[in-house]
């Protein structure tokens, strides 16, 4: 009788430790195949998925940390970012051939603007609307005596 009970909490050990191994398995799963530098911080994970699932929506976004201009990429150690904050963390298509940039897991500005335009639009804001708030935000900031955008 004694070996029944042994084998039933035998039972539920195995049991127990398998079901620890299959939250744990779930808690740190990956299921928009992001890069490993995307999982660094729970906001660069955040940013990266939401390009992932939007990409359309940040097209077009001014990046503000300098990557798009031809010296700002040179010290970026990047390429020119073109189509704005959304080619700070895709070079091309990502859903389509595309790979994924490092530059926005390393950039604050970058992950951090890209998650600022995702609470606008959960807001209801346009695209115009968004652009123009990062816009505005970054030309009242100053570096020096130089604003990132020029007045005008």
Known sequence: MENKYN???IGILLASVIGGIFLIKVAYANPLNLPDYALLKPEIKE??????????????????????TPDGAETHGSRVHSRGLLDCFVDGDINNGGK????????????????????????GKS????SDYLIKKYSELKFSEETVYKNE
């Not at 500005?109 to 995702?118: T, V």
């Not at 695209?127 to 968004?130: A, D, L, Q, S, Y």
Request: glycine share 8%; with cysteine; proline share 2%.
């Open 7 to 9: 084998y039933l909490w």
């Open 47 to 68: 940013a990266y998925g939401f390009v992932k699932m939007n990409q359309e929506m940040l097209n077009g976004l001014p990046c503000n940390c300098g990557c798009s």
């Open 100 to 123: 994924w940039d490092q530059h926005a897991s390393e950039c604050g500005l970058c992950y951090e603007d890209a998650l600022e335009a995702k609470n606008l639009y959960s807001e």
């Open 127 to 130: 695209k115009e609307e968004i």
